[in-house]
């Protein structure tokens, strides 16, 4: 898509700042002291619970919501202070947004680019360009209220693309699709990366957002629980302090999986006396936490094998973004 000319994604200059942001309600912290960059073509995924912040974050950085403290900054301009240098810069896809009786895809957008200050050839053309992205130019004519849910957000994402912004917010872009929408929905997040976009993107289908962004930050009660790529987070290499205590991102003991033809129980009990821990059963597949180095798997697995167990799988859990999710937050609401 030819929105602008490819730009350099090494620049140092953030396309987002969030700086020490807090945002209270009453008595409740919404948003507690949040600080991170994301830069120009990168995707990050801003990952919480439901009532973490993440959308307040989000609200403030687009204009939507003021902070009480701290400074949230689109391509070096404050939302607060240069609310329309902000606007011109930025598209907001929010979670959900109203439909319109009696207006067609092709007019919606129409309406958003003339609200932009659009005319003559650049509407024509912005027009053209985000609805050829989409794919709506094949239902231009469609009234929205006929959208399935994933043309709807198509026409959501065109709505915020419209005067060709350096950075989108996405909030949940992929709740509710089914998994064609959503495959169709990543290759476009990449591919407005790769034309210099910066994206934060929120989401509770944490393997999207690990098989598509850059870094992630997870935040839970307000606070800021760790920021890092998505390789850091699963190693534990990032260790993020925040005003609700020092939280440790390390991994866990190291778990082995393996799968035995048969005789599952036995196998069981045979490593529940040797390793003097327990271990997981389902059918002839086993679970069981080791410590041990590569050497010592090697060992266990012979030492299995020499005593007649039928092992045809012997293999390292891969550690997931949930699995990461779950042990950094601790289940706090606000």
């Known amino acids: 898509m030819n929105f602008s000319p490819s730009k350099n994604h090494s620049t140092s200059r953030p396309a987002i700042e969030f700086d020490q942001l807090v945002r209270t309600f009453g008595k409740t912290v919404a948003v507690n002291k949040v600080s991170f960059k994301v830069y120009p073509g990168e995707v990050f995924g801003f990952i919480g619970p439901n009532g973490a912040g993440k959308t307040t974050s989000m609200k403030i950085l687009s204009t939507l919501d003021t902070p009480d403290s701290g400074s949230a900054k689109v391509d070096g301009f404050c939302s607060v202070n240069d609310p329309e240098r902000v606007r011109r810069r930025l598209g907001y896809m929010p979670d959900g947004f109203g439909a ?4 067609t895809c092709e007019e919606y957008l129409d309406f958003f680019a003339r609200s932009y200050g659009l005319r003559g050839k650049d509407r024509i053309s912005s027009l053209r360009n985000v609805m ?4 709506l130019d094949q239902i231009a004519q469609k009234p929205i209220t006929g959208l399935s849910k994933g043309m709807k957000q198509r026409l959501c994402l065109g709505r915020a693309l419209i005067h060709n912004p350096k950075v989108l917010v996405l909030d949940e872009p992929a709740a509710g699709l089914d998994p064609r929408a959503r495959i169709e929905l990543r290759e476009m997040i990449t591919a407005l990366a790769d034309d210099g976009k910066s994206l934060l993107i929120s989401s509770h289908i944490l393997t999207e957002l690990a098989e598509m962004c850059d870094r992630v930050a997870i935040i839970e009660q307000g606070g800021l629980l760790a920021v890092g790529s998505v390789e850091e987070i699963l190693s534990g290499e990032q260790h993020q302090t925040t005003e609700i205590g020092s939280v440790d991102v390390s991994t866990e003991a190291g778990q082995l999986v393996m799968q035995v033809v048969r005789d599952g129980a036995a196998v069981k ?5 040797k390793l ?3 271990v997981r059963l389902s059918g002839n597949n086993l679970q069981f936490a080791f410590a041990g180095s590569l050497e010592e798997q090697s060992v266990l697995l012979r030492e299995l094998i020499e005593n007649g167990f039928a092992v045809i799988s012997f293999a390292n859990k891969q550690r997931s973004l949930e699995d990461a999710f779950l042990h950094v937050t601790k289940g706090r609401v606000q």
Do not use: D, H, I
């Not at 009990?269 to 006396?273: I, P, Q, T, V």
């Open 276 to 278: 003097a821990a327990p």
């Open 132 to 135: 050829g992205f989409t794919q």
């Open 269 to 273: 009990l045979w490593l529940e006396e």
């Open 100 to 103: 319109y009786s009696n207006v």
